[in-house]
């Protein structure tokens, strides 16, 4: 028997304190029967709804997924793009995208079906890093980029500092390689920093989420998580408050 908030959570329906708020305001049933009071306990063959729809109870799954370019980072799509869960047909489970990755960005994207799993990796105060390589255009030094560690104005607000090297540089193409670590989550955050310093992204792949990496898949395969890979991901998030 787990608490009625903790099942919701890890059912995707909402963080633990937001179903906390839609017991509270009496949106929240079980067996039928409206509930107003924390504290109460359920097991899998309870019926729980959430304003009359059903909450369903499955065992959590966490796997880690090579997303590759022109894919969506979504359960579905209104323009019948390809997204992340088709490349999990044999999954049963109703799984979804930790964060996400823009549609021509590829890489390292967590997939579950663990809400409260989801919003502690998301959520701003834990700071998990992510580290991405990308190929940009132009062939800086290490003066050029230093903005990038002491944080870049974008859209009038301070990213955080982050940590940067570069790994290549082409000056016949007038191309380098350079891994960025960030623990941000804002849209196009990686292209954006590297605009502001005057080196537009060509090609962008995120490489690590913590201490998760990429080793042993190939674009488009995704793998299981084990115990201690899931148990790491939360230090690594909560280790960072």
Do not use: C, W
């Not at 990686?190 to 674009?219: C, I, Q, Y």
Request: hydrophobic share 35%; net charge positive.
């Amino acid at each position: 028997m787990e608490r009625l908030q903790k099942v919701m959570a890890h059912s995707g329906v909402a963080s633990r304190r937001k179903s906390e708020e839609m017991i509270l305001q009496g949106r929240v049933s079980v067996n039928g029967k409206k509930v107003t009071e924390l504290g109460v306990k359920v097991g899998n063959r309870d019926t729980i709804e959430v304003d009359g729809i059903p909450v369903y109870q499955e065992e959590p799954v966490y796997f880690v997924l090579y997303k590759p370019r022109g894919v969506i980072s979504a359960v579905s799509d209104d323009k019948n793009r390809k997204v992340v869960t088709d490349f999990f047909p044999g999954v049963k489970e109703r799984i979804f995208p930790v964060g996400r990755l823009d549609y021509d960005t590829s890489g390292l994207l967590i997939m579950t079906n663990d809400g409260e799993f989801a919003n502690i990796l998301t959520h701003p105060k834990h700071e998990i890093n992510k580290t991405y390589v990308a190929k940009i255009k132009g062939t800086p030094v290490n003066d050029d980029l230093k903005m990038l560690a002491r944080g870049v104005k974008i859209n009038g607000r301070k990213t955080a500092p982050a940590r940067f090297k570069i790994l290549s540089t082409d000056k016949v193409k007038g191309t380098s390689i350079v891994e960025l670590i960030i623990h941000e989550g804002r849209n196009h955050q990686v292209k954006n920093m590297f605009e502001a310093v005057g080196f537009p992204v060509l090609k962008l792949k995120r490489e690590k989420v913590g201490h998760l990496d990429l080793l042993g898949l190939t674009s488009g395969k995704y793998r299981e998580l084990n115990k201690k890979e899931v148990s790491q991901l939360l230090v690594d998030a909560k280790g960072n408050k």
